[in-house]
């Protein structure tokens, strides 16, 4: 596991990144939920995230819950800022017409780190 992630919840399942040339990590939940239709769910990921300066976490949904069951991630892309401590959690909303019912472990979203472009104090014209 990449060192920059730690436990919050011990049974949780530790973010991992499908393949070497993923653009992100896999965030799993630590907690099963149940998502009736057009409603939402805070879903528990178990697992923090320590961001360097200049870095900024995104929370994005992932393809195959939104094709196949029609939930994402509510605020995509969440911003996780560098002074975020403790548990990353995601917002998911089901926007299909069944229940779906997330288990522990399942992969729910992806989290991008990627660099901040801060953008410089604009003077009044």
């Known amino acids: ?11 949780a399942a530790p973010p991992g990144r499908p393949s070497r040339r993923a653009a992100g990590w896999d965030l799993r939940a630590a907690a099963e ?11 528990p990921t178990g697992y923090g995230v320590r961001l360097g300066p200049g870095e900024v976490g ?4 992932r393809a195959g819950l939104a094709v196949h069951y029609g939930v994402t991630v509510l605020d995509a892309p969440a ?3 560098r002074d975020k401590r403790g548990e990353i959690t995601v917002v998911l909303h ?3 017409a069944y229940p779906v019912d997330i ?4 992969p729910v979203a992806q989290l991008l780190i990627v660099p901040l472009a801060a953008a410089g104090a604009v003077a009044d014209a």
Do not use: K, W, Y
């Open 1 to 11: 596991m990449d060192q920059r992630f730690f436990t919050v919840r011990a049974a």
């Open 33 to 43: 939920r149940r998502i009736e239709p057009e409603d939402r769910a805070l879903v």
């Open 58 to 61: 995104l929370v994005c949904p």
């Open 79 to 81: 911003v996780i800022p």
């Open 94 to 96: 089901n926007h299909g």
């Open 103 to 106: 288990s522990a472990g399942e």
